[in-house]
Each structure stands twice: as structure tokens, then as C-alpha cells.
């Protein structure tokens, strides 16, 4: 692929999935300059990944696992642990269940909200969740019940 086309390639991409990587990175930090540094990080990797995706469907999930992997790493990073983070943000929504809704989404653990995001959010289907995770079919419909039961606990009858 000559420079021009994996430029324009490039491009495409970050027009395409750049919202999706954004919003991932958002569910770990709530902070815009660690989403940024993410998505820097993400299609860094895309553009230097040598490999040929089979269709759109693999180059999402490759790009959500990507994301995923790479907020992981951050998380974990030294830095990271030393910085005392701001808990309790006030997210605009246009409805105060939406704003519930979200923030309850955000307190779950890691895996079930990666699983509520890409369900629910970016419309994956099981198996292609547990394809882009690496995960079992079952592993998945048992993180994703479970994280609706914490999602209920929390806040009561709102429509899942």
C-alpha cells in the first residue's frame, strides 16, 4: 500500500470509528485529555498494524479491542496509580434517567461495561463480542445478565 492510500486510509478510519474510540476511552477516564491520548495510542497501532482486516465487521472489533487493551494499559500504568481521580463528575444528559443511567454504567467493572457498551452502544452481537474480547459465547451472555442485574440493583425499573 503506497503512502497516499494508507494516508487516506487512515483518514477513513478515524472519520468512521473515531466517535466509537472516543466514547470507549471515555467509559475508563471521564477525562479529555486521557481519551485523546487513547485515541492517539489506537490508530498509532491501526496505522502501523501490518495485517489485512477480513471485512469491516473484524477491522470494528479489532479497533474496540485495540481500545480496550490500550485504556487496560493505561490503568495500569504508574502514573496512573499515583493520580487521585475526580469520582463523582457531573455528566450532562438530556434527561436526568439517561445521566443515572450512564453513571451507573460507568461504576461497573471493566469487563461488564466493555460488554454493556459494545451490546448496547455499537449494536455487536454476542458471538462478535466474544470474538473482539476473546472471550467464550457463554462467558459473554453470563458477564452481560450479570452486569443488567447490577444495572437494575442500582437503579430499580429503568428500561434495559
Not at 20 to 45: C, G, H, P, T
Not at 91 to 98: A, C, G, R, V, Y
Request: proline letters at 2%; aromatic letters at 14%; charged letters at 30%.
Amino acid at each position: 500500500m503506497s503512502k497516499t492510500s494508507k494516508n487516506e486510509d487512515i483518514s477513513i478510519v478515524i472519520e468512521k470509528y473515531g466517535d466509537m474510540v472516543k466514547r470507549i476511552s471515555f467509559l475508563y477516564f471521564r477525562n479529555i485529555a486521557d481519551v485523546e491520548d487513547i485515541f492517539q495510542e489506537v490508530f498509532l497501532q491501526y496505522f502501523l498494524n501490518k495485517n489485512e482486516f477480513q471485512d469491516e465487521s473484524h477491522k470494528k472489533s479489532w479497533l474496540c479491542r485495540v481500545t480496550f487493551n490500550k485504556c487496560k494499559d493505561l490503568s495500569k500504568s504508574f502514573w496512573r496509580k499515583k493520580v487521585i481521580s475526580v469520582e463523582n463528575i457531573y455528566i450532562p444528559f438530556e434527561s436526568e434517567e439517561q445521566s443515572e443511567l450512564v453513571t451507573a454504567v460507568l461504576k461497573l467493572p471493566s469487563a461488564y461495561k466493555n460488554i454493556i457498551y459494545m451490546h448496547y452502544y455499537e449494536g455487536f452481537t454476542i458471538p462478535e463480542i466474544a470474538d473482539a474480547t476473546k472471550k467464550n459465547v457463554n462467558t459473554v451472555y453470563s458477564q452481560l445478565r450479570r452486569a443488567k442485574a447490577k444495572l437494575r440493583k442500582e437503579l430499580g425499573e429503568i428500561e434495559l
